[in-house]
């Protein structure tokens, strides 16, 4: 496949009630397996490609060994990018030489021909991580295990609206606020048990 062409739908306008994710209605958050230290130029060249794509990535101060301090953006999962697109149009980028391949769905059924299907992320997974990266001053860390246990709704502050299950971090005894991303882990912040009600 020519790596310039543009894998956009054929269709420039987008008709009402359809998806607006690259102008198809079948669109779905896959995840694409790249090279690493490789994301920001692989997800720039997607965009370029029109082609929706999330990296998760995160504004950090670095400190250097000459003790001078920068802010850097710092990629939340490494070699991982969530990609946006229909059936039909994965099957086209996976042609991309810098795209290895599409992350399984281990615990899924297998098809008829032995195969298991894709692995496939919610939107509204995929929003509160966007929401979660995108509050300034908040430490955000991730996990590749998953979570379980009590479901809430932050009440206020920067995080406010945002759902998630809170546990006690047993090494400080801090509470923190856990986002599950399917089939990758966890993203959390540290949470005041007060901020929180409990989601029956």
């Known amino acids: 496949m020519n790596e310039d062409k543009d894998i956009r739908s054929d ?9 607006d994710a690259v102008g198809v209605s079948d669109a779905k958050w896959f995840i694409a397996i790249i090279n690493n230290h490789s994301e920001k130029s692989i997800a720039e060249k997607l965009s370029k490609l029109g082609v929706e794509n999330y990296l998760p990535t995160r504004k950090e101060i670095h400190l250097w060994r000459n003790g001078k301090k920068a802010k850097v953006e710092k990629i939340m999962i490494p070699s991982k990018i969530f990609i946006r697109c229909s059936e039909h149009q994965r099957r086209e980028l996976v042609n991309l030489p810098y795209i290895f391949r599409f992350m399984i769905n281990m615990s899924g059924t297998k098809t008829q021909n032995g195969t298991r299907p894709l692995a496939i992320v919610p939107n509204h997974e995929i929003q509160q991580l966007k929401f ?7 430490d955000v860390r991730f996990s590749e295990s ?14 406010r609206g945002l759902v998630g299950e809170i546990l006690q971090d047993a090494e400080s005894g801090t509470n923190r606020l856990h986002i599950n991303i399917d089939f990758l882990g966890s993203a959390s912040v540290m949470i005041e048990s007060r901020d929180v009600q409990p989601i029956k």
């Open 11 to 19: 269709s420039t306008t987008v008709p009402p009630g359809v998806d």
């Open 132 to 138: 979660m990266l995108g509050v300034p001053d908040v």
């Open 146 to 159: 998953f979570v379980k246990g009590e479901k809430v709704k932050v009440l206020r502050g920067p995080l």
